[in-house]
Structure formats: structure tokens, C-alpha cells
Nanobody, 124 residues
């Protein structure tokens, strides 16, 4: 069983920055790719970014490329999402996720474990 705990959400003005963290624990979590998904009110949950623990290979949704950056700290078993130039449409609940191949095939069906989510609100 893998446990994922997010932190770092909050309220930020449009154009601002925010950083999210996801602490991973449990048996074998290093064997999973880590990812961030988000779900805005009334919309489907969507992929944001993913990373591997080993080489640190990454994948991004087109909507966040150049603005968001995913990284990991293997020693701390933590994955981060640095969000810059935030827009009102980035407002959502952000979920940390673990899955076998989320960098290669970023999809909801590929997620094995979810965190509880953290709210990001962007004011215009």
C-alpha cells in the first residue's frame, strides 16, 4: 500500500506562484511514477504533470508547459509541483497520484493510488 499526502495549496493572485508537495510512503512507492492531476469545479479530473523517481523523466500537459515544473527529492520521498504565472483557469483541487507508467501514458486509468487533494484558488 502506498500513501500520498499533499500540502501547499492556498489562495494566490493571477500571475503569482505556488508550490505543492506530495510526500510518498509505503511499500514499493519507488516503483511507481508520480504525477499531479487536477479537478476544477464541474469538470473532469485531468492530468497535469508526471515524473519518474529514477531518471527524473517528466511529462506535462500542454496547458501547463512552460509555467509548471515537477520535481522530486528522492531522499525526502517527496514530489513537488512548482506553479508559476498562475491563471484563474488553474484553480482546482490538485491530487498527487502514483501509477506504473504515468510519464509514458498519463491517464486516469493508470493511477493506482491517490492523495486526498489540496485546493488551489487563483483570484483574478
Amino acid at each position: 500500500q502506498v500513501q500520498l499526502v499533499e500540502s501547499g495549496g492556498g489562495l494566490v493572485q493571477a500571475g503569482g506562484s505556488l508550490s505543492l508537495s506530495c510526500a510518498a510512503s509505503g511499500h514499493g512507492f519507488q516503483n511507481y511514477n508520480m504525477a499531479w492531476f487536477r479537478q476544477a469545479l464541474g469538470k473532469e479530473r485531468e492530468f497535469v504533470a508526471a515524473i519518474t523517481w529514477g531518471f527524473g523523466s517528466t511529462q506535462y500537459a500542454d496547458s501547463v508547459k512552460g509555467r509548471f515544473s515537477i520535481s522530486r527529492d528522492n531522499a525526502k520521498s517527496t514530489v513537488y509541483l512548482q506553479m508559476n504565472s498562475l491563471k484563474p483557469e488553474d484553480a482546482a483541487v490538485y491530487y498527487c497520484a502514483a501509477g506504473r507508467s504515468l510519464v509514458r501514458v498519463p491517464s486516469l486509468t493508470g493511477v493506482n493510488y491517490w492523495g486526498q487533494g489540496t485546493q488551489v484558488t487563483v483570484s483574478s
